[in-house]
């Protein structure tokens, strides 16, 4: 994650992540896709695909590696995701 003097973004509901060396990040189109990490062996979602900065589109249509990409918080959001899963799963 990057501080907030590197990326602009809202620290309450947001992640901004520096996209790695060797590989492209998010495209035009993945808003609302995930952003997953393994914590002790485990796979979890962190955010969803907001948005990427300017330069990180300057040559194409998907983030450019080291440039960064906002996230939303899913954990701002778990409480409605866990009732949304409750309220359309099959009983």
Same mark, same amino acid.
Not at 32 to 57: H, Q
Not at 76 to 84: H, L
């Given at each position: +994650?990057?501080?907030?003097?590197?990326?602009?973004?809202?620290? !309450?509901? *947001?992640?901004?992540?520096?996209? #790695?060396? @060797?590989?492209?990040? %998010?495209?035009?189109? !993945?808003?609302?896709?995930?952003?997953?990490?393994?914590?002790? @062996?485990?796979? =979890?979602?962190?955010? /969803? %695909?907001? =948005?990427?900065?300017?330069?990180? =589109? +300057?040559?194409?249509?998907? /983030?450019?590696?080291? *440039? #960064? %990409?906002?996230?939303?918080?899913?954990?701002?959001? /778990? !409480?409605?995701?866990?009732?949304?899963?409750?309220?359309?799963? #099959?009983?």
């Amino acid at each position: +994650m990057m501080p907030k003097s590197n990326c602009s973004y809202e620290e !309450d509901v *947001q992640i901004c992540v520096k996209n #790695r060396v @060797g590989f492209q990040s %998010t495209c035009h189109g !993945d808003s609302g896709g995930p952003m997953s990490c393994k914590l002790g @062996g485990k796979w =979890f979602v962190m955010g /969803a %695909t907001s =948005f990427g900065t300017l330069s990180n =589109f +300057m040559h194409g249509l998907c /983030a450019m590696p080291e *440039q #960064r %990409t906002v996230f939303m918080k899913m954990s701002n959001n /778990a !409480d409605w995701i866990e009732k949304m899963i409750q309220m359309y799963s #099959r009983k």
